[in-house]
């Protein structure tokens, strides 16, 4: 016997959107999922980014009126970001004196698991195997790492922390 799920009506009207774009876009494999997700995190990553550089500068872009800063906007950079789903081109927006400082990506950051790694150096130097490491990933992120990329990652450490 099938059991009934019971979904909250807000649920069932995301679980309907997602079927209607699916369906408009014609995505049919997974390899048109991982292209969406790609295409998902760089438009993401650019609202957040230029958000973030709207508060930097005090004023959104166009506004001058509000403008009290003689820095501004200067174009955009790409950067390629790694991500579960392979590579995503983002664009990441500049302003003239440089001092814009992101927090959603920072300046240097290359992938958007890297603070996955630092929970898997917290969990190690706490005593987990390098298998506890890899559950515990998989069940917060749903990604397997395995044991030689903890093993890698914790070596890396470890020849910090002995210098």
């Known amino acids: 016997m099938r059991r009934k799920l019971n979904r909250s009506p807000e649920e069932m009207a995301r679980r309907e959107k997602i079927s209607e774009m699916l369906q408009a876009l014609d995505i049919s494999s997974m390899d048109d999922i991982k292209e969406l997700y790609r295409q ?14 709207d508060e930097s500068l005090g004023h959104e872009r166009y506004d001058q009126a509000k403008k009290d800063t003689e820095n501004s906007r200067n174009g955009y950079s790409k950067k390629t970001l790694k991500t579960s789903f392979g590579d995503a081109e983002i664009a990441v927006p500049r302003d003239r ?6 927090q959603i990506l920072k300046k240097n950051q290359t992938s958007v698991s890297e603070d996955i ?34 093993s890698r990652i914790t070596d890396k450490v470890l020849e910090e922390a002995k210098e």
Request: aromatic share 8%; proline share 2%; glycine share 6%.
């Open 40 to 53: 998902t995190i760089a438009q993401f990553m650019k609202n957040s980014l230029g958000s973030e550089l």
């Open 97 to 102: 004196k440089s001092e814009f400082n992101p």
């Open 117 to 150: 790694e630092a929970k898997i150096i917290s969990m190690y130097a706490k005593g987990m195997t390098c298998n506890d490491i890899n559950e515990h990933i998989k069940d917060i992120y749903g990604i397997e790492v395995s044991e030689s990329t903890i």
